[in-house]
């Protein structure tokens, strides 16, 4: 896939495009490219590059794909149910678990969607807790809770 690429203060920076303007969740500028419509996504983390959109200025983003590695930590005496609806382009993802032990597993979204992750705690006494994580109808896994530390990652690791 093609690149911007922009030359200032003597440094090189490459800004990724995309054909699927899906995977930028509507944060977007048109780049056309022989004749087709590309896409490079825009958003509020500093870049040099530049646009002005619709009367608001905001930087070209390196990666077209909008979607951050998530890492969630919390110590075991916190029993608050974490919830967050994510942005999740289409490809694969890394999803690793880490309670008293660690679970890393692959799953594949085949489009372009907001889904619900849920971690919480369940069950009651040392022994008996389970930290639990579900991503809406693609990740649903227990394993014992640890005693120090609950976590969990998820990274996209492809299209």
Do not use: C, H
């Not at 303007?21 to 530049?50: C, M």
């Not at 678990?97 to 907001?114: A, K, V």
Request: net charge positive; hydrophobic share 30%.
């Amino acid at each position: 896939m093609p690149n911007l690429v922009l030359e200032y203060n003597g440094q090189i920076y490459r800004f990724g495009l995309t054909a699927n303007a899906a995977v930028t969740n509507g944060q977007n500028i048109n780049v056309p490219f022989n004749g087709t419509e590309l896409y490079a996504r825009i958003g509020n983390e500093n870049t040099p590059l530049k646009v002005i959109k619709n009367g608001s200025t905001y930087s070209v983003q390196y990666n077209p794909v909008a979607f951050n590695n998530i890492y969630v930590d919390r110590p075991a005496s916190d029993r608050s149910e974490w919830r967050n609806t994510v942005f999740f382009p289409s490809g694969n993802y890394r999803i690793t678990i880490d309670g008293s032990t660690r679970d890393s597993r692959e799953i594949r979204i085949n489009d372009n969607r907001n889904l619900e992750i849920v971690m919480s705690i369940i069950g009651q006494g040392y022994g008996n807790q389970r930290l639990k994580l579900t991503i809406s109808g693609y990740y649903d896994r227990k394993l014992q809770a640890g005693s120090n530390r609950n976590r969990f990652s998820i990274e996209r690791i492809g299209d």
